[in-house]
C-alpha cells in the first residue's frame, strides 16, 4: 500500500521534473529565436522577408547587425510582393545590402516569370545578384514532368541572367528537392547555393546558408528567416 507520505513525495517528484521541463522549454524559446552561429570571415549575418512581415523599421534591423536581406519580389506571371517596393528603397536607405527574389510557379511558362520578374526588379549593379525560390509549399497544384519544369525553369533562368549578367541564386526546397531533383543537374550547382540547415553548418558547398525560419530580429515583428551568406561571392567586383 503506498502511505500518504510516499504519495506526497511521488507527487513532489513529478512536479518538480514538469517544472523543470517548463522553465527548459521556456528557456528554449527566448534564447533559440535569438541564436546566431559564430561568423567566419567573409561572412555576415542577413534575412529574408515578404509581405509576412509586415512593416519593418529597416533602421532597426541594420541596427541588429543585419548586413543583408534577400526580399521577396514577385511571384509566378503577374504577382508582386505588395511590400516589396517599400522594403527595397528602405533597405537600400540604411545600408543593408539588398536582393531580390521570385517565388517560381509551376503554372506559369518560364519566360512570362522572367518577364515579370524584370518588369519588377531591373537590373542594378550595387544589387546582391537575384535568387528564385523553388518550393512546393504555397505553390499551385500542376505537378508537370520533370523534364517540363526544367525546361521552363532553364528558360526563366537564362532570360534573368542574361540581363542581369549575374548568376541567379538558387534555394531548392527539400519537397521540391523530392519531386524535381536538382542535385545532378549540371546547371543549377554551379551557381551560388542557397542552403537550409537548422543543425548545424552544411556540410556541402553553399554561399547563402539558412539556419532558422523562426528567428528574431530587432525592427520585424513576429518570426523570421535568419541567413548567413558569404558577401564578396555575391557581390559584383568593382
Keep these: ?40 570571415a567573409g561572412e555576415a ?19 541588429d547587425d543585419v548586413a543583408f536581406a534577400y526580399i521577396k519580389s514577385s511571384e509566378g506571371g ?19 545590402q539588398r536582393g531580390a527574389y521570385h517565388f517560381f510557379t509551376l503554372c506559369r511558362p ?26 512546393l509549399a504555397g505553390n499551385c497544384a500542376a505537378r508537370p514532368t520533370r523534364e517540363a519544369v526544367d525546361a521552363e525553369l532553364d528558360t526563366f533562368l537564362t532570360a534573368v541572367e542574361a ?7 538558387p534555394y531548392v526546397g527539400e519537397d521540391w528537392e523530392g519531386a524535381y531533383p536538382v542535385v545532378d543537374r549540371r546547371d543549377l550547382p554551379e ?16 554561399t547563402v ?7 528574431a530580429v530587432d525592427g520585424v515583428e513576429g518570426r523570421v528567416d535568419l541567413d548567413v551568406a558569404r558577401l ?3 557581390t559584383p567586383s568593382r
Excluded at 549575418?45 to 541596427?63: C, P, R
Excluded at 540581363?163 to 541564386?169: L, Q
Design 191 to 206: 551557381r551560388p547555393q542557397w542552403l537550409v540547415s537548422f543543425v548545424g553548418r552544411p556540410n556541402q558547398r553553399w
Design 232 to 234: 564578396g561571392e555575391l
Design 78 to 96: 503577374d504577382f508582386t510582393d505588395d511590400r516589396f517596393t517599400e522594403n527595397w528603397a528602405a533597405a537600400e536607405r540604411v545600408g543593408v
Design 45 to 63: 549575418y542577413g534575412i529574408d522577408v515578404s509581405n509576412h512581415q509586415g512593416t519593418i523599421d529597416w533602421a532597426a534591423v541594420a541596427s
Design 163 to 169: 540581363a542581369w549578367g549575374r548568376r541567379v541564386v
Design 209 to 215: 546558408w539558412q539556419y532558422a525560419w523562426w528567428g
Design 110 to 135: 518560364g519566360a512570362e516569370q522572367a518577364a515579370h520578374f524584370l518588369r519588377t526588379v531591373p537590373p542594378e549593379a550595387s544589387a546582391l545578384p537575384p535568387a528564385v525560390d523553388l518550393e
Design 1 to 40: 500500500m503506498i502511505t500518504r507520505a510516499r504519495r506526497r513525495r511521488w507527487w513532489t517528484a513529478v512536479t518538480a521534473v514538469v517544472v523543470a521541463l517548463v522553465a527548459l522549454g521556456t528557456a528554449a524559446a527566448l534564447w533559440v529565436p535569438h541564436h546566431r552561429p559564430a561568423l567566419r
